[in-house]
């Protein structure tokens, strides 16, 4: 009975050694394997980045101007299309001119006639002026003689300006460009006639264009003239145009507390057109060699703590991390992040340059665990 106890117990204690043993791996106490985390990094870097305020908007031409008649005629030549590029004074069309030249010819001849009357009168005031100096003529002479001089003289004012009206008239038959620009709109053919309730042509100055935004109450203070702007249309999907704010309207509108903000965008190859629309990001910021991350590395966690009953007692907070890597462990690293543009964000806190950062991977990773490289956005 006692060997069979003894062999027993023999046999027992072997086989816990046995289990105890046998489960084990090289460099663990536990018994599991080491779990390591595969992660894709890239390096904390310096650089620029711009905080922007996005908008949309209708482009507008930076000017637009309707040219009428000056003289209701029947137009005799067209020079211009629509689509045509003009520069100010280039004539665009004249009107019948035979009545208006007959009367400047009517008008430089009484000019002539006046200046004829006038040149007669002087010289019997030059004489009367002698006589009435040696007493040979009486006041009254005199007095009239001089008065004919002065009447002849404004006939000469009279006909000179009637001369140079007809004049203006004959140069209004002739209508010309008050701009320079693009033809927008013809509104007559050769051989119509011109009203003055409807202008003949419609230019438009699209050298320069302007974008009018609604900025709302709160974002106003941020935005200042001068400030640079950032512009894309659908028609040039790839390419990035660049204007400025060039007025902040004073008054809010009382309906919708926003603030009217005229952009202007140089136009120097007529690419861009009036009626297409635009993508705005207003540039309010911009820093120079700051730390820089992509966004999406940043892990963000919100804590609520409950400082009573009532939900209004409850305080809310936030804290972002970012995990990096330094011999093979993941580290944890708080930070504080300034502007953030687009999917890069501002570190103003946590990091320094040259840290390797977990950008893929992250939300796997525990302070200190081990992890290995499989993916990098840096150069070696």
């Excluded at 309010?284 to 009532?310: F, M």
Aim: with cysteine; charged share 25%; net charge neutral.
């Amino acid at each position: 009975m006692k060997i069979m106890m003894k062999i027993t117990m023999t046999i027992l204690i072997t086989g816990i050694l046995s289990l105890t043993g046998c489960g084990k791996s090289p460099g663990t106490g536990d018994g599991q394997e080491e779990k390591i985390i595969p992660v894709n990094v890239t390096r904390v870097v310096r650089g620029s980045i711009e905080n922007k305020i996005p908008f949309l908007g209708d482009i507008k031409a930076y000017q637009q101007v309707h040219v009428y008649a000056k003289v209701p005629e029947q137009i005799t030549a067209l020079y211009v299309d629509i689509n045509d590029i003009v520069a100010k004074g280039d004539v665009l069309a004249t009107v019948k001119d035979v009545s208006i030249r007959q009367g400047v010819l009517q008008a430089e001849a009484a000019l002539s006639a006046a200046r004829a009357q006038y040149n007669n009168v002087k010289t019997e005031w030059e004489r009367i002026q002698q006589l009435y100096k040696e007493s040979a003529v009486s006041k009254m002479q005199y007095d009239a003689v001089k008065a004919q001089k002065e009447s002849a003289k404004s006939g000469v004012k009279q006909a000179a300006a009637a001369l140079e009206s007809a004049k203006e008239q004959l140069a209004n038959t002739k209508i010309k460009a008050p701009i320079s620009g693009i033809i927008a709109a013809r509104n007559y053919e050769l051989g119509d006639q011109t009203s003055p309730q409807m202008p003949a042509f419609t230019i438009i100055d699209v050298s320069k264009l302007k974008i009018h935004i609604d900025v709302i109450e709160s974002e106003i203070s941020r935005v200042k003239e001068g400030q640079k702007v950032l512009v894309k249309v659908t028609s040039y999907p790839d390419e990035l145009f660049t204007g400025r704010v060039d007025k902040v309207y004073p008054v809010l509108n009382p309906l919708t507390r926003s603030a009217q903000v005229e952009i202007v965008i140089d136009n120097p190859d007529y690419r861009l057109r009036p009626g297409m629309y635009a993508s705005v990001n207003i540039i309010t910021e911009k820093k120079d060699d700051v730390l820089l991350i992509p966004a999406h590395a940043i892990i963000e966690k919100t804590n609520l703590q409950y400082l009573g009953s009532e939900i209004s007692n409850t305080k809310v907070t936030t804290e972002k991390h970012v995990f990096i890597v330094k011999d093979n462990l993941a580290l944890r690293r708080f930070v504080t992040t300034g502007i953030e543009d687009g999917g890069t964000v501002e570190i103003l806190t946590g990091l320094n340059t040259n840290d390797i950062l977990v950008t893929l991977g992250q939300y796997d990773l525990a302070d200190s665990i081990k992890v290995r490289i499989v993916g990098k956005d840096i150069e070696s």
